[in-house]
Nanobody, 122 residues
Framework: QVQLVESGGGLVQPGGSLRLSCAGS????????MGWFRQGPGKEREFVAA????????RYSDSVKGRFTISRDNAKNTVYLQINSLKPEDTAVYYC???????????????WGQGTQVAVSS
C-alpha cells in the first residue's frame, strides 16, 4: 500500500506562487501514475493535473492549464505541483493520489494523501 503525504500549502496573495510536494512511501512509487485534485469550500473534489509513471505525459484541467505544472522525481519518490499566478478561486485543499493510469476521474485512484491547504487572499 502506498502512503502519500502532501506538503507545501499555505496562505499566499493573488498572483503568488507555491510548490506543493507529495512524498510516497513505497519503492514502487515510480510504477504509479499520479494525480493532483482539489476541493474548495462548498465544492466537489475536482481534477487538477496528472502525470504518467515516467513523467513523459501530463494532463491538466482547463482551469489551471498554463499556470500549474506537474512533475515528478522518482528517485525521491515525490511528485510536485508548481502553482503560479494564484487566484482566490484556487483556494482549496489539494490532494495527491496514485493510480495505474493518469485518470481524470477521482474514483479511479487507489491511494490518497491527507491533503494540504492552499489559501489565496490579499
Amino acid at each position: 500500500q502506498v502512503q502519500l503525504v502532501e506538503s507545501g500549502g499555505g496562505l499566499v496573495q493573488p498572483g503568488g506562487s507555491l510548490r506543493l510536494s507529495c512524498a510516497g512511501s513505497e519503492r514502487t512509487f515510480s510504477s504509479y501514475c499520479m494525480g493532483w485534485f482539489r476541493q474548495g469550500p462548498g465544492k466537489e473534489r475536482e481534477f487538477v493535473a496528472a502525470i504518467s509513471w515516467s513523467g513523459d505525459s501530463t494532463r491538466y484541467s482547463d482551469s489551471v492549464k498554463g499556470r500549474f505544472t506537474i512533475s515528478r522525481d522518482n528517485a525521491k519518490n515525490t511528485v510536485y505541483l508548481q502553482i503560479n499566478s494564484l487566484k482566490p478561486e484556487d483556494t482549496a485543499v489539494y490532494y495527491c493520489a496514485a493510480a495505474s493510469a493518469p485518470y481524470i476521474q477521482s474514483n479511479q485512484y487507489d491511494y490518497w494523501g491527507q491533503g494540504t491547504q492552499v489559501a489565496v487572499s490579499s
